[in-house]
């Protein structure tokens, strides 16, 4: 055995131990942080909602990691039902409402319940910060019949996939050092089936990193919007709204009724006339063996009556 194959041994077993200490002290980092996180529990399900002060520390311990400050991460969600007098032109205000926060609409429908009302789904992905003003804006834009917000404290999860990417990504970086003093082929190609594996997990992590953080920092509000029934003791103009378009609409509808009417007659009658032309041809047929029957019958009568008619006259 050479000496850089015994380096290059020496070196995996290295790794190997550094990657079991690593994931001994994230495990015990884990168990750590998720007493802070039951400490602060009660401050972050208050019924207010407020944001948990960006200064508030929660101390893990690990290892030689030592203690350090974690800002809370928190994925903050809501809902509201709104009954107003017109859903496109609410929609319309909350689109302008999200655009002003730098938001996104992730979904918008506009449905109509019945003739002349309409209704609207929506969801929104508005800036943290912005979470209750948006909510309270909402509210303004019409009755709120029901509002609803959570929160899901994600400190832990957050702080134990952070640690784990780290990991991942210095156990990367040695595992390229241990690849450059690779000399047979076959140390190489496990190496870089090592570093393969590697590598998936890392972007695997880091998409699933990805997606927390843009939860924590945009907030999703689902909304409801639908339109106030009109008392039935109250006369409503809607009633003659767009009629020309109704009437023309309705007219046109008649039209293409009758002409689908008349289009599925044809093509059932064209469907049928196999049919139809056998069991023509088996009446034909009937009718034609009835018709000789028949003939044979009376001519056998007709043969009856003139032999009586000869007997009588020979008498």
Same mark, same amino acid.
């Given at each position: 055995m050479t000496a850089k194959k015994i380096v290059l041994t020496?070196?995996?077993a290295l790794l190997v131990a550094l990657t079991g200490i690593n994931l001994t002290s994230c495990a015990a980092a884990g168990y750590l942080n998720d007493e802070a996180v039951k400490e602060h529990a009660q401050v972050a399900e208050a019924p207010d909602y407020e944001r948990i002060d960006e200064n508030?520390?929660?101390?893990? *311990?690990?290892?030689?990691?030592? *203690?350090? !400050?974690?800002?809370?991460q928190i994925i903050r969600s809501g809902s509201i039902s709104l009954s107003v007098e017109d859903t496109r032109n609410k929609v319309a205000?909350?689109?302008?409402?999200? /655009?002003?926060? +730098?938001g996104l609409i992730d979904s918008s429908n506009v449905y109509e319940l019945r003739e002349g009302q309409y209704g609207a789904r929506m969801t929104l992905r508005v800036p943290e910060k912005h979470f209750e003003a948006?909510?309270?804006q909402l509210e303004d834009l019409g009755?709120?019949?029901d509002i609803q917000t959570q929160l899901e404290d994600v400190t832990m999860h957050y702080v134990d996939l952070r640690s784990r990417l780290d990991n991942q990504k210095s156990q990367e970086e040695r595992l390229k050092e241990i690849l450059d003093m690779a000399e047979s082929v076959e140390d190489v190609l496990e190496v870089e089936k090592e570093l393969h594996r590697i590598r998936g997990e890392i972007e695997s992590m880091t998409?699933?990193? !990805?997606?927390? *953080?843009?939860?924590? /920092?945009?907030s999703t509000i689902h909304v409801s919007i639908r339109e106030e029934t009109i008392p039935s003791e109250t006369i409503s103009p809607l009633a003659f709204q767009n009629l020309g378009n109704r009437i023309r609409e309705a007219f046109i509808g008649s039209i293409n009724f009758v002409l689908n009417t008349i289009s599925i007659m044809i093509i059932a009658f064209s469907a049928l006339i196999p049919v139809l032309i056998i069991i023509i041809v088996l009446a034909i047929i009937?009718?034609?063996?009835?018709?000789?029957?028949?003939?044979?019958? !009376?001519?056998?009568? *007709?043969?009856?009556?003139?032999?009586? +008619? !000869?007997?009588? +006259? /020979?008498?």
């Open positions: 020496i070196a995996l508030q520390e929660a101390r893990a *311990e690990g290892g030689a990691a030592g *203690e350090h !400050t974690q800002q809370r205000q909350i689109r302008a409402l999200v /655009n002003d926060l +730098d948006v909510l309270d009755k709120a019949t998409a699933r990193l !990805t997606r927390m *953080e843009d939860q924590i /920092n945009y009937i009718w034609l063996l009835i018709r000789r029957h028949h003939r044979r019958k !009376t001519g056998s009568r *007709e043969e009856s009556s003139e032999t009586k +008619d !000869t007997d009588s +006259d /020979n008498q």
